[in-house]
């Protein structure tokens, strides 16, 4: 497989940016929805994007990658292999939160980078950040391989998207395509 050199044209080639009418994890509605499993499976694509987070913050010491399951396990490992350190990830608890389980922790003052696949309204990023904080990590950065918002998102820790990929999407009440009946597709694990 040859390395390519946009962050879109993996996504394009590897078939994992879908149109319709999906249901986002957010509960938000949305024509258009990156399907990162389509890239991830691909060992040599996701070397490529995890390349472009660990050469943003290959200067911050950092000493742990964190991502949330299920995608940010796959990032996790690779940013951690990448960068020579341990890569963990924060599973859900109950309806809301994430916590380390299976044996990982964060010492404190350890220094910390979050992953994340596509970021969209940032509620699995806050959930590792309380999880990190709540063990006395010292977060350095987020990575991501889409930041698809429709505006930022401020965690008060430096962002890095390997592709800005804004994309328009609805509350269930407001969505034009529910009004116009086009069938909703819940995807993936989401």
């Known amino acids: 497989m040859r390395f390519i050199n946009s ?37 040599n694509y996701t070397e490529q994007l995890c390349r472009l987070i660990t050469s943003h913050f290959f200067k911050q010491k950092i000493q742990v990658v964190a991502g949330p399951t299920t995608g940010g396990i796959i990032l996790a490992f690779e940013v951690a292999r990448q960068l020579g350190v341990r890569g963990i990830f ?51 950065g987020i990575g991501v391989l889409v930041d698809r918002s429709e505006q930022a998102v401020e965690f008060g820790f430096p962002l890095f998207s390997c592709h800005r990929g804004q ?13 116009a009946q086009i069938p909703l597709v819940k995807p993936g694990g989401s």
Not at 167 to 179: F, G, K, Q, R, V
Request: hydrophobic fraction near 45%; include cysteine; aromatic fraction near 8%.
């Open 7 to 43: 962050v879109e044209e993996i996504f394009e080639k590897s078939g994992a940016i879908l149109k319709g009418h999906f249901l986002l994890a957010s509960g938000l509605h949305s024509p258009v929805y990156w399907e990162k499993f389509q890239v991830l499976q691909f060992p």
């Open 90 to 140: 924060a599973e859900k608890v109950g309806t809301s939160g994430r916590a380390f389980r299976r044996g990982f922790s964060i010492k404190p003052g350890e220094r910390v980078l979050i992953v994340d696949d596509i970021l969209t309204t940032g509620s699995s990023i806050r959930e590792v950040v309380a999880a990190v904080m709540a063990q006395g990590g010292v977060i350095v």
């Open 167 to 179: 994309t328009i999407t609805y509350t269930p009440e407001n969505c034009p395509l529910c009004a």
